[in-house]
C-alpha cells in the first residue's frame, strides 16, 4: 500500500463518513446459532453529505416498493458518552437503534436473555451482555449519560434488559474497537437524544428469493443515491441458505480502512453537518502541532473495490509506483491509480481503462499508474470521488468525508495520543461527537 511520506500525518474523518468502519464479534461456532429467516440478503452502510431534515420511514418505504422485495428494516449505530460507577471520566459507548419499534424488528435484530424491551422517553436502555459482565450491570442498575443535544444534559438512565447480539454488527460511524466491545440498546427516539443523530447507518432488505437479491441489487443501491438523502458506501450479499452467510469478523473492517506504513495515523469521525473547513480552521488554530490539513474521500461500494480519494497537489500519498507516472509531473491529470493486486486481477495496464463504480454510477477512467499495494484499490483525485457519491452540496460544491492532519516533527504514537486528547476536549467544547483511532504501525 502507499506510505505516507514524513512529516508523519494525523488522519482524521469528518464531516459525513466514516471511514474506518466496526465489524462486531463473529458469531461462535461458524454461524450455526444463526436463524436463516432473520438474515438480511442485502446490507448498505449508508452516510448523508449534508444535514437534512431526515423521513426515514420515507426513505424505507421506497425501497419496500422495488419489485421483489419482501422485507426492508433501518438500523443506526453512532457513538455516545456515559459514564459507568467504576470509571472516573466518561466514555464512549456505541448506541444502537432500529427504524421501528424493536420488539418488532424481524432483520438481526439482538435477542432478549432477560428483562424487557426500553420504552422511549423513560430513560431507559438496554445492554448487551459484554457490557453488563465488563462493568457487573443488572436489569434495575441505573448509568449515567451525557446526551450530545446542544445542552449536553448529564442523566441517569435505567437498565430495563440484556440481550445478546448474535449476528456480526457494522456500522460507519463507529469505532470498531468500541463495538467490538458491545452496544447500549435503545428506542430510535432515545438514540437519537443520546447520539445527536437521526440518521440511519444501515438498512437491511429481504427479497423473494436470493436469485432476486443478486439480480436487483444494483437497483437498489442506484435508488438510495438517487431518489433519498443517502450515500451507500458499502454493500454486501448474504445468501441465508450458505452455512456461513455473513462475513468474517474484520472483512467489513478492511474494506474502507486506508492502511499505511507510517505511524502515527488517527483517523476521526464527526457528525452530518460539520463544515470540514471550519473544522479545519478549529483544530490547526486550538491544537498545538498540527501544521497543514488536506481533504479527502474514501468510499468502498462493496467487498471487492475501496476507492481512496486525496489531493494530487499534496505529498499526502506517497506512491510506491511499478508502471507509469501517476500525478508526479502534473497533480492535475486525469486518471487513477490502482494497486498492482487489482491490476493483475482486472488484467489492466497503464494506458488501459477501468470502470468506477460509485454511488450508483459508472465511468470510465484512464489508468495513470499502477503502484506496489496489495488489496483491491482504486486512488483518484478527491474530488472527482465526492462528486460521483453524491457528497456535494446544493451549489455543486463537493464535500470531504477525510481530512488528512499533518504534524509538526516526528511524533511518537503517545505523542499523538495527547495531540488526540486536546482535539477531543476541543471538539466537545463545540458541541462535535466523533472518535478517533489512534492506528498502529504495521
Given at each position: 500500500m502507499p506510505s505516507l511520506s514524513r512529516p508523519s500525518r494525523l488522519v482524521l474523518m469528518c464531516c459525513i463518513v466514516v471511514l474506518l468502519i466496526g465489524l462486531g464479534p463473529a458469531p461462535a461456532a461458524g454461524q450455526r446459532d444463526l436463524d436463516p429467516d432473520e438474515i438480511a440478503m442485502l446490507h448498505v452502510y449508508l452516510a448523508t453529505p449534508y444535514r437534512l431534515e431526515l423521513d426515514n420511514q420515507a426513505v424505507l418505504e421506497t425501497l419496500q416498493a422495488l419489485p421483489g422485495v419482501t422485507k426492508v428494516e433501518g438500523q443506526t449505530i453512532f457513538p455516545a458518552w456515559w459514564q459507568p460507577a467504576s470509571a472516573e471520566d466518561f466514555e464512549r459507548v456505541a448506541v444502537t437503534a432500529y427504524a421501528g419499534v424493536m420488539s418488532d424488528t424481524q432483520l438481526e435484530r439482538p435477542r432478549l436473555l432477560a428483562g424487557r424491551f426500553s420504552q422511549a422517553g423513560m430513560n431507559e436502555i438496554m445492554l448487551d451482555q459484554r457490557l453488563a459482565d465488563?462493568?457487573?450491570?443488572?436489569?434495575?442498575?441505573?448509568?449515567?449519560?451525557?446526551?450530545?443535544?446542544?445542552?449536553?444534559?448529564?442523566?441517569?438512565?435505567?437498565?430495563?434488559?440484556?440481550?445478546?447480539?448474535?449476528?456480526?454488527?457494522?456500522?460507519?460511524?463507529?469505532?470498531?474497537?468500541?463495538?467490538?466491545?458491545?452496544?447500549?440498546?435503545?428506542?430510535?427516539?432515545?438514540?437519537?437524544?443520546?447520539?445527536?443523530?437521526?440518521?440511519?447507518?444501515?438498512?437491511?432488505?429481504?427479497?423473494?428469493?436470493?436469485?432476486?437479491?443478486?439480480?436487483?441489487?444494483?437497483?437498489?443501491?442506484?435508488?438510495?443515491?438517487?431518489?433519498?438523502?443517502?450515500?451507500?458506501?458499502?454493500?454486501?450479499?448474504?445468501?441465508?441458505?450458505?452455512?456461513?452467510?455473513?462475513?468474517?469478523?474484520?472483512?467489513?473492517?478492511?474494506?474502507?480502512?486506508?492502511?499505511?506504513?507510517?505511524?502515527?495515523?488517527?483517523?476521526?469521525?464527526?457528525?452530518?453537518?460539520?463544515?470540514?473547513?471550519?473544522?479545519?480552521?478549529?483544530?490547526?488554530?486550538?491544537?498545538?502541532?498540527?501544521?497543514?490539513?488536506?481533504?479527502?474521500?474514501?468510499?468502498?461500494?462493496?467487498?471487492?473495490?475501496?476507492?481512496?480519494?486525496?489531493?494530487?497537489?499534496?505529498?499526502?500519498?506517497?506512491?510506491?509506483?511499478?508502471?507509469?507516472?501517476?500525478?508526479?509531473?502534473?497533480?492535475?491529470?486525469?486518471?487513477?491509480?490502482?494497486?498492482?493486486?487489482?491490476?493483475?486481477?482486472?488484467?489492466?495496464?497503464?494506458?488501459?481503462?477501468?470502470?468506477?463504480?460509485?454511488?450508483?454510477?459508472?465511468?470510465?477512467?484512464?489508468i495513470i499508474g499502477i503502484h506496489s499495494g496489495t488489496g483491491q484499490t482504486v486512488y483518484m483525485p478527491w474530488i472527482d470521488l465526492a462528486m460521483l457519491a453524491g457528497f456535494i452540496e446544493e451549489n455543486d460544491t463537493p464535500l470531504p468525508n477525510r481530512l488528512f492532519f499533518t504534524l509538526d516533527g516526528d511524533p511518537d504514537a503517545a505523542a499523538v495520543d495527547a495531540i488526540i486528547a486536546d482535539m477531543d476536549a476541543v471538539l466537545a467544547e463545540n458541541y462535535i461527537r466523533g472518535f478517533f483511532v489512534n492506528l498502529a504501525e504495521e
Open positions: 465488563r462493568y457487573d450491570f443488572e436489569i434495575g442498575d441505573t448509568v449515567v449519560f451525557r446526551s450530545l443535544t446542544t445542552d449536553l444534559a448529564v442523566e441517569e438512565w435505567i437498565i430495563t434488559a440484556i440481550v445478546e447480539q448474535p449476528y456480526p454488527t457494522f456500522s460507519p460511524a463507529i469505532n470498531p474497537t468500541l463495538l467490538g466491545a458491545g452496544s447500549v440498546y435503545a428506542t430510535a427516539d432515545d438514540a437519537r437524544y443520546l447520539t445527536g443523530s437521526d440518521e440511519l447507518t444501515a438498512i437491511f432488505a429481504r427479497y423473494e428469493s436470493f436469485g432476486v437479491a443478486e439480480a436487483r441489487q444494483a437497483d437498489f443501491l442506484a435508488t438510495i443515491a438517487t431518489e433519498t438523502p443517502y450515500v451507500p458506501l458499502l454493500s454486501y450479499l448474504a445468501d441465508p441458505d450458505e452455512p456461513n452467510p455473513l462475513p468474517a469478523r474484520g472483512a467489513l473492517d478492511d474494506a474502507l480502512d486506508l492502511r499505511t506504513e507510517v505511524v502515527p495515523q488517527v483517523m476521526f469521525v464527526a457528525p452530518t453537518g460539520v463544515d470540514a473547513d471550519a473544522m479545519r480552521f478549529l483544530l490547526q488554530n486550538e491544537v498545538d502541532g498540527i501544521v497543514a490539513a488536506s481533504p479527502g474521500f474514501v468510499y468502498g461500494a462493496g467487498l471487492d473495490v475501496q476507492y481512496i480519494g486525496f489531493d494530487p497537489a499534496t505529498n499526502t500519498l506517497d506512491f510506491e509506483l511499478v508502471e507509469g507516472e501517476a500525478w508526479f509531473s502534473d497533480p492535475e491529470r486525469a486518471g487513477v491509480v490502482t494497486s498492482q493486486e487489482l491490476a493483475s486481477t482486472q488484467n489492466k495496464r497503464v494506458g488501459d481503462t477501468i470502470t468506477i463504480r460509485v454511488g450508483g454510477s459508472e465511468v470510465e477512467y484512464e
